[in-house]
T-cell receptor, first 114, second 113 residues
Framework: AQSVAQPEDQVNVAEGNPLTVKCTYS??????LFWYVQYPNRGLQFLLK??????LVKGSYGFEAEFNKSQTSFHLKKPSALVSDSALYFC????????????FGKGTTLSVSS | NAGVMQNPRHLVRRRGQEARLRCSPM?????VYWYRQLPEEGLKFMVY????????ESGMPKERFSAEFPKEGPSILRIQQVVRGDSAAYFC???????????FGQGTRLTVV
């Protein structure tokens, strides 16, 4: 069975500082990994994905994530946080095969203070 | 190219009534996921559908809940005899044959009174 763990319910960071939102996963076979962001009363917006290739993937709004196979992690990072980055962030995984469900973590609330 | 469309955006039902939530996927997408979101509980997978086929319904409650994705028309999530605990935001996402990432609708917020 697939699963995703986001160990932090909330991450607080000052504007201009680097941020990291943690994610670990469990899946049979090779994973497809994703990060999504949700603003209040809205749907989820796709940020970035890892499918294959370079372990460091770059996405929207200056975000990036690093795939670490040995640690089964896919942490989201940004070198310099903005107040407007404050939102709910979800990590998701599905196995690299047809017909598998996309499973999400519980989400991490990022709060960036000015 | 319109995004994933969900309607209604808000739905109020009395206990015991039926709720029907609709999801029109992006053009050309033939796969749909449904999720339920409750405060403090994240996004819970419910069902994964392909046109005219249920691929994975392991997250669906065994009673009162059903989903379909017909050959023509939107995907429907149906909740019979709603109870207060069904109050939540329900999201659908669509996936194309050549896509790896899913695209989400704005959700339907169901309130059971």
């Amino acid at each position: 069975a697939q699963s995703v763990a986001q160990p932090e319910d909330q991450v607080n960071v000052a504007e201009g500082n680097p941020l990291t939102v943690k994610c670990t996963y469990s899946v049979s076979g090779n994973p497809y990994l994703f990060w999504y962001v949700q603003y209040p009363n809205r749907g989820l917006q796709f940020l970035l994905k890892y499918i294959t290739g370079d372990n460091l993937v770059k996405g929207s709004y200056g975000f990036e994530a690093e795939f670490n196979k040995s640690q089964t992690s896919f942490h989201l990072k940004k070198p310099s946080a903005l107040v407007s980055d404050s939102a709910l962030y979800f990590c998701a995984v599905r196995a690299n095969q047809a017909g598998t469900a996309l499973i999400f973590g519980k989400g991490t609330t990022l709060s960036v203070s000015s | 190219n319109a995004g994933v469309m969900q309607n209604p955006r808000h739905l109020v039902r009395r206990r015991g009534q039926e709720a029907r939530l609709r999801c029109s996927p992006m053009k050309g997408h033939s796969h749909v996921y449904w999720y339920r979101q409750l405060p403090e509980e994240g996004l819970k997978f419910m069902v994964y559908l392909q046109k005219e086929n249920i691929i994975d319904e392991s997250g669906m409650p065994k009673e009162r809940f059903s989903a379909e994705f017909p050959k023509e028309g939107p995907s429907i999530l149906r909740i019979q005899q709603v109870v207060r605990g069904d109050s939540a935001a329900y999201f659908c996402a669509s996936l194309g044959q050549l896509n790896t990432e899913a695209f989400f609708g704005q959700g339907t917020r169901l309130t059971v009174v």
